[in-house]
T-cell receptor, first 110, second 117 residues
Framework: GESVGLHLPTLSVQEGDNSIINCAYSNSASDYFIWYKQESGKGPQFIIDIRSNMDKRQGQRVTVLLNKTVKHLSLQIAATQPGDSAVYFCAENDDYKLSFGAGTTVTVRA | DAGITQSPRHKVTETGTPVTLRCHQTENHRYMYWYRQDPGHGLRLIHYSYGVKDTDKGEVSDGYSVSRSKTEDFLLTLESATSSQTSVYFC????????????????FGAGSRLTVL
């Protein structure tokens, strides 16, 4: 079965607002957690990862938060743009294997 | 997509026929993976390879076989396609070197859409 899941299957966001995408996981032994973005008709693309011994990591317009106490992961996108419309997946990285959640579809409203 | 090519990109076939999907990489990466993507299920691992002639099963391997005779090619075969194997198939590659070297970041191909009638 799936060990990684997302709280909401869809998210609608006003352009310019911040987006928060949530993910719950079950395997505490994972080394890393990874976020992917998948645009329509394309393969998933790497956004950012966070090691299990960290609680926050920032990238360009994105921030990952990891709460190991409640096994929760989130991806925050600042100043959401139309190009951010996509499906977002969190993935649990246990050595050479990745387990993916079902994904959250983000739609950006103009 | 970063030196990874899947073929064919689209295929329609009939139940009971054999189907082979090809993944070709030019990155010389050690690991190669086949995932399937279905609505509501995300990406599920079918098989993976950790070197030439070294393969192992994933979580949904029934009805699928793989082969890797060269570093650059990873083939996924459906011996006798069924309608439940209608899906989008993604190949991925990685140069993973262990958790002390960072996350296992997969690079995905563009996908192969298979329809089994």
């Amino acid at each position: 079965g799936e060990s990684v899941g997302l709280h909401l299957p869809t998210l609608s966001v006003q352009e310019g607002d911040n987006s928060i995408i949530n993910c719950a996981y079950s395997n505490s032994a994972s080394d890393y957690f990874i976020w992917y973005k998948q645009e329509s008709g394309k393969g998933p693309q790497f956004i950012i990862d966070i090691r299990s011994n960290m609680d926050k990591r920032q990238g360009q317009r994105v921030t990952v938060l990891l709460n190991k106490t409640v096994k929760h992961l989130s991806l925050q996108i600042a100043a959401t743009q139309p190009g951010d419309s996509a499906v977002y997946f969190c993935a649990e990285n246990d050595d050479y294997k990745l387990s993916f959640g079902a994904g959250t579809t983000v739609t950006v409203r103009a | 997509d970063a030196g990874i090519t899947q073929s064919p990109r689209h295929k329609v076939t009939e139940t009971g026929t054999p189907v082979t999907l090809r993944c070709h990489q030019t990155e010389n990466h050690r690991y190669m993976y086949w995932y399937r993507q279905d609505p509501g299920h995300g990406l599920r691992l079918i098989h993976y390879s950790y070197g030439v002639k070294d393969t192992d099963k994933g979580e949904v391997s029934d009805g699928y076989s793989v082969s890797r005779s060269k570093t650059e090619d990873f083939l996924l075969t459906l011996e006798s396609a069924t309608s439940s194997q209608t899906s989008v198939y993604f190949c991925a590659i990685s140069d993973y070197r262990g958790p002390s070297s960072g996350a296992n970041v997969l690079t995905f191909g563009a996908g192969s859409r298979l329809t089994v009638l």
